[in-house]
Structures are given as structure tokens and as C-alpha cells.
């Protein structure tokens, strides 16, 4: 997986003024763009998009102050107007590209990035391979904005809606793995971008026969290979945190990648005010 995004920094370095085709790159390296997109976020910290901005303005600064026409700047690093290119380098410098020709910054570069591999293993991710076949998702659902860190005040808001006795009734109507009340995000961005929208449903699992209420929401999910990480301590931090130990330690590690598909929060215990808890991370996994 390194290589592969270390080739797919290269690509894009090759073509600052096209579109970087993950999926056609992350095929010919043997994995896929879902993958590739999904792991370069969670260890760049940024979505291949923002990062190929962030690299066509940083090259596109200098361009402006060697003094070539704006027009052809901007044609050059794939926008179809100087208007395009401006709004972009200024969201990427802070300054208008005429401030930074006129006075040469200020400036905010983005360096090339290199994704290199460190093992620690001091610390034994608690981690299991579970195959099921397919079931539901049910349960009330809403789009909410994706947020990397702390609570998301939308799907608590989201929650907290829901009469206490849905909650029991939920609960009635779990007949599968995982069980009890659940966490779902789907629809999720590749990318997972910040702020971006998904959908996330607060339910249960059942099989896929099971006669599904008319008033709640449901998700297929097909049937396939799990890893499932149990975590203990703050919350949501964290589960956060093992969340984002996946991308760094677990997967580079193991024969395994992250296929479409939901991810899932079995909350197995929790301190009564949620301060901490105990939990299940379900993510849809496929060998690679």
C-alpha cells in the first residue's frame, strides 16, 4: 500500500494540469481506487483532491512570479478561466495571485509528499476476521457532515430526537450480528473529506429475510470479510484513534483492504454519562 501511494504522488506530480485517474493507477498496482483513496486521507490527513490542489498552486505560485501570462497559467493547471485559478489560489495561499506577483507572498507551499513505513508494534492492535452473510442495516437515518475528531453534534442532535422508547424498540428487533444498538455510516466519501455529507443511521443489525417496519431505514449489505477492532477508554477519542490506527498499522501490515460498504460502531459498554466506553469497529474488508 505504500508503494501504491507513492507511485499515485508521483502520478500526480507528472500531471499537475490533468485529473489523476486513482482508480486506472490503483488497478494497475493491484488494489483499488476505494483503497488507495481511503488510506492516502487517513495518512495524509487531506483527500487526494486537496492535496493536488494544494501541489498545482504551491508550482502555479511560481510560475506567477517568473512572470508568465495568468490566462495560460491557469489553462496550464486545469482551469478554464483566471477566475477559477484565482478563487483557488487563494484559498490554498491567502493572497490573491496579484498580491503575490506584485510582492512575491506570502506564500503557503505544499511540499511532495513521501509515505514511508514505520512498525512500532509496542502497542497489539486487538483486531479479528469475521465473515457473515448479507444482511440489513435498519433504523432511523439522517445525512450529517463527516467529522474527523470529537463529537459530531449533528448525530448527536440526531439521537437525542429519537423518542427512548424507539431506542428499546430497536433493540427488540436485532436478530443479527453485530448486535445491540449500532453506529452505521454509509455513502461515506472515498475521499473522506471533512465536512463532507453521509448518512448515518442509528439501528440494528438483521438478516436479510427479516420483515423490516415501514417507518424505519434500511441498508444492504452484502455478504463478505470483516475486521473487527475492539477499543477501550475515552470517547469517542478513543475509537478515533484505532480508527485511524488502520490506516497506519493494520492495514500496511496485513493482506487486507477496505472494500464499499458500511462502517459500524457496536457500542459493547459504556460509563453512564459516555465519557468512556467499550467497542466494536466494524470495517468491510476484502484480501488485497
Avoid: C
Avoid at 509496542?122 to 465473515?131: H, L, Q, V
Avoid at 443511521?201 to 415501514?214: I, K, Q, R
Avoid at 490506527?245 to 462502517?263: D, K, Q
Amino acid at each position: 500500500m505504500i508503494e501504491v501511494l507513492n507511485h499515485l504522488v508521483d502520478e500526480i506530480e507528472a500531471h499537475l494540469g490533468d485529473e489523476a485517474d486513482v482508480d486506472a493507477l490503483a488497478a494497475r498496482l493491484g488494489t483499488t481506487g476505494y483503497h488507495a483513496r481511503r488510506m492516502f486521507s487517513s495518512l495524509a490527513g487531506m483527500p487526494v483532491s486537496e492535496y493536488v490542489r494544494r501541489r498545482r498552486m504551491t508550482v502555479a505560485a511560481s510560475d506567477l512570479i517568473g512572470g508568465d501570462d495568468l490566462l495560460t497559467i491557469a489553462v496550464r493547471y486545469g482551469y478554464g478561466s483566471t477566475e477559477a485559478f484565482g478563487r483557488a489560489f487563494r484559498a490554498v495561499h491567502g493572497a490573491s495571485h496579484g498580491d503575490v506577483r506584485r510582492d512575491g507572498g506570502p506564500l503557503r507551499s505544499q511540499p511532495q509528499l513521501r509515505f514511508r513505513l514505520t512498525v512500532e508494534g509496542s502497542t497489539p492492535m486487538d483486531a479479528r476476521i469475521t465473515e457473515r452473510p448479507a444482511f440489513r442495516l435498519i433504523g432511523h437515518a439522517a445525512r450529517v457532515p463527516l467529522i474527523h475528531e470529537g463529537i459530531n453534534p449533528h448525530i448527536q442532535a440526531h439521537i437525542a430526537s429519537l423518542p427512548i422508547e424507539e431506542h428499546a424498540r430497536l433493540k427488540q428487533l436485532s436478530d443479527a450480528e453485530p448486535a445491540g444498538l449500532l453506529q452505521v455510516s454509509a455513502d461515506v466519501d472515498p475521499d473522506y473529506t471533512q465536512g463532507s455529507e453521509l448518512t448515518y443511521l442509528h439501528g440494528v443489525a438483521v438478516t436479510a429475510d427479516t420483515d423490516v417496519p415501514a417507518d424505519l431505514d434500511a441498508v444492504a449489505v452484502p455478504a463478505g470479510a470483516w475486521a473487527v477492532f475492539r477499543t477501550s477508554g475515552a470517547y469517542p477519542a478513543a475509537l478515533q484513534s484505532t480508527w485511524a490506527a488502520t490506516a497506519t498499522e493494520w492495514f500496511p501490515s496485513n493482506p487486507w483492504r477496505l472494500r464499499p460498504g458500511p462502517s459500524i460502531v457496536a457500542v459493547l459498554d459504556r460509563a453512564e454519562d459516555f465519557s468512556t466506553a467499550t467497542t466494536d469497529l466494524w470495517l468491510p474488508i476484502e484480501r488485497s
